[in-house]
């Protein structure tokens, strides 16, 4: 064996620490969810009080939302209000209300795109604390959108907390591979920066959600009715956003009328059909317009990614 | 001691040819797919996790060899950013390009560093285009259609009481995950395997411009469905011109073309992103728009959620019902 005994050790170590916090999970997570599932069969009263023990939960859940240890798909599942609501309705005692909230409040973040590092609101953010007072406070469909919008805004601070300080980290990396120590190099990517992530989203979620969702709920329900109206119609528009920024990166050359194509498809055909077979039809004229095009795609206009045109805007005029 | 022995094994191994294993390779795969944005910074991204996932082959190339270790744990400490799962392509064709440099050829710090550097914006373009703007929208309109957040659910607007489908947000999960994971996994090891030569060739010849376009044209397609699925304006303003009511929706805009205040609204957020608003504060004025657009100042102020017909320009939940039957109206 060409091992480096001494290095192997350190990386199983990493790879242990990693299994038992994802066997962690995996332990608390499930017997909670089918508490929760047996617990629901019946269930409809309407006011939800938080234990500590489930504001810990929600805590440790956008957490993980943000965090490595789900394979790193925690951005495209855990951080999506759509699969957080499930998790905080399980954990709340109710996955199918919460499943629903968490759908509603996933539209605003349809088209939800990371650019270069900058988020535009913390889906995540939304999903698991935005679920949980709605579910606390019984709130309606506006409502519910009015604390999540908010909510995702603030998630931006903790997003930006995370990111410049883990700039320091670089620098204990730096260190360590001056000293040409490996371990020191993953400490520096994995411990201190889930250190601090852990310090700024656990904690303040779990003290948040104990103390002030059902105070928050409260405070949404006594709005009066017009301006939860008002919320659910920016339900309604904030979607626009979300899709209006992944257009930023593809609406380009000519592939333009397609977007008109796939709207008034979707308009002639009552919104009843699955965006499913709109895929397929989509997959089908792709093939066609790039075979049709063949050799002249190099003069078509060229989409550009967010991570490319980041480098860009720093020279652009803004 | 152990720079020793680790030579020393090496040599009686593969006649002094330091070579990387299949398990490296995966193990390398696995650091990058967990920890690809543990520690994304504002200085220098996804750098440390780059060198993070380089620590198996570093090991295996120069294990023992402090210098060799060092050199080799700076080159990869650089400013690095790209998709985490089709830019796997980067760190197979930087292993491949390691594993030459250790065994003598001449490869410098700085082509690798300038091969990773190449590669990153292209893959993230395509990473960023198809991952981010095409399959995860998809998969998560499927979800929500699955969860059941119909027409029914937002035009009672009471969410009390209602259930979703907890299917929705688990066959999300299971779908996402598969793409990720098995684009990550196949990105990872073809780089490893087809090398820089023919990276940069494919990258070259046209074949990825042809497949980011396209992507963009399904992109659009699937855009354009989810505004008309999604995107929901509702103007409840009537003009009463002597016995006749003109609704402004449906009696005017939805004639001229159906849902154009939608495809309208999502048209101007475009097009005031290109000129460089910050979508946070479109989000805050839009919010605003919304509240104001609702304020009862026409009508009498609704005193249930869906009765803010005629007294608001916009309204939630749906269009005017048609205002023939006076009596059926309340419940």
């Excluded at chain 1, 209006?244 to 979707?266: D, H, Q, R, T």
């Excluded at chain 2, 490869?107 to 399959?135: C, E, F, H, Y």
């Amino acid at each position: 064996m060409v091992k480096n005994p001494k290095g192997e050790r350190r990386l199983t170590r990493g790879g242990k620490i990693s299994l038992v916090i994802s066997t962690l999970v995996v332990i608390i997570g499930i017997p909670t969810a089918v508490q929760a599932m047996t617990f629901t069969e019946t269930e409809a009263a309407p006011v939800v009080t938080i234990s500590l023990f489930q504001a810990i939960l929600i805590g440790l859940g956008y957490y993980l939302s943000q965090s490595p240890w789900i394979a790193g798909l925690s951005f495209w599942t855990l951080n999506r209000p759509l699969v957080a609501g499930l998790l905080v309705g399980i954990i709340l005692g109710d996955p199918g209300q919460g499943t629903l909230i968490g759908a509603a409040i996933n539209l605003i973040y349809l088209g939800f795109i990371s650019a270069g590092g900058a988020i535009p609101g913390d889906p995540g953010l939304a999903g698991w604390v935005g679920t949980t007072i709605a579910l606390a406070g019984n709130l309606n469909y506006g409502a519910a959108l009015a604390i999540a919008v908010p909510i995702g805004l603030l998630g931006t601070v903790i997003w930006n907390g995370r990111m410049t300080v883990d700039s320091l980290f670089m620098h204990a990396a730096d260190r360590a591979a001056e000293r040409a120590d490996i371990g020191g190099v993953i400490r520096a990517n994995v411990l201190y920066p889930q250190a601090w992530l852990f310090l700024i989203t656990f904690v303040p979620v779990t003290i948040a959600v104990y103390l002030g969702a059902s105070f928050i709920g409260d405070v949404i329900n006594g709005f009066p009715v017009w301006l939860l109206g008002g919320l659910a119609i920016a339900g309604g528009i904030l979607p626009a956003i979300g899709i209006a920024m992944n257009m930023k990166f593809i609406f380009l050359g000519s592939a333009i009328p397609y977007f008109f194509v796939g709207y008034l498809v979707m308009v002639v055909l009552g919104n009843e059909v699955s965006i499913m077979v709109l895929a397929v039809i989509g997959v089908a004229l792709a093939f066609l317009h790039v075979t049709f095009l063949g050799d002249r795609v190099h003069s078509a206009n060229k989409p550009q990614s967010p991570k490319m045109r980041k480098s860009e805007e720093t020279e652009a005029t803004r | 001691m152990s720079t020793t022995e680790a030579a020393a094994s090496g040599t009686t191994a593969n006649d002094g040819e330091r070579k990387i294993t299949r398990s490296d390779l995966v193990k390398s795969w696995l650091i990058w797919t967990f920890f690809s944005h543990s520690n994304y910074n504002y200085e220098r991204l996804q750098a440390s996790a780059f060198a993070h996932a380089m620590t198996p082959v570093i090991k295996r190339l120069y294990g023992g060899d402090k210098e060799e270790t060092k050199e080799a744990l700076k080159r990869h400490l650089v400013f690095f950013n790209t998709a985490p799962d089709f830019g796997g392509v980067i760190h197979g064709v930087t292993i491949a390009m390691e594993e030459q440099k250790a065994n003598g050829e001449p490869i410098t710090d700085n082509a690798i560093t300038s091969t990773k550097t190449g590669l990153m914006g292209p893959m993230a373009g395509i990473g960023d285009t198809i991952g981010q703007g095409i399959v995860t929208p998809l998969l998560l309109a499927l979800g929500i259609s699955i969860a059941g957040l119909g027409t029914a659910v937002q035009q009672s607007g009471d969410l009390s009481g209602a259930t979703g489908n907890p299917l929705g947000p688990i066959l999300y999960f299971i779908l996402v995950a598969a793409f990720s994971l098995g684009v990550g996994y196949f990105f990872y090891t073809q780089g490893y395997k087809q090398g820089r030569t023919f990276i940069t060739s494919v990258l070259k010849s046209g074949l990825m411009e042809k497949v980011i376009l396209g992507a963009s044209v399904l992109g659009n397609i699937v855009l354009g469905g989810l505004t008309a699925q999604f995107v929901k304006v509702y103007v409840g303003w009537t003009v009463h011109a002597g016995d006749t009511q003109v609704r402004i929706q449906q009696d005017v805009l939805d004639k001229i073309l159906p849902g154009l205040l939608p495809l309208g609204l999502v048209i101007l957020t475009w097009w005031l992103l290109m000129r460089g608003w910050h979508p946070i504060k479109l989000l805050v004025i839009y919010v605003i728009v919304c509240v104001v657009g609702a304020i009862p100042f026409m009508g009498p102020e609704p005193h249930y959620i869906t009765d803010a017909c005629g007294s608001s320009i916009l309204q939630p939940y749906g269009p005017c019902p048609d205002p023939v039957p006076a009596d059926t109206g309340g419940e």
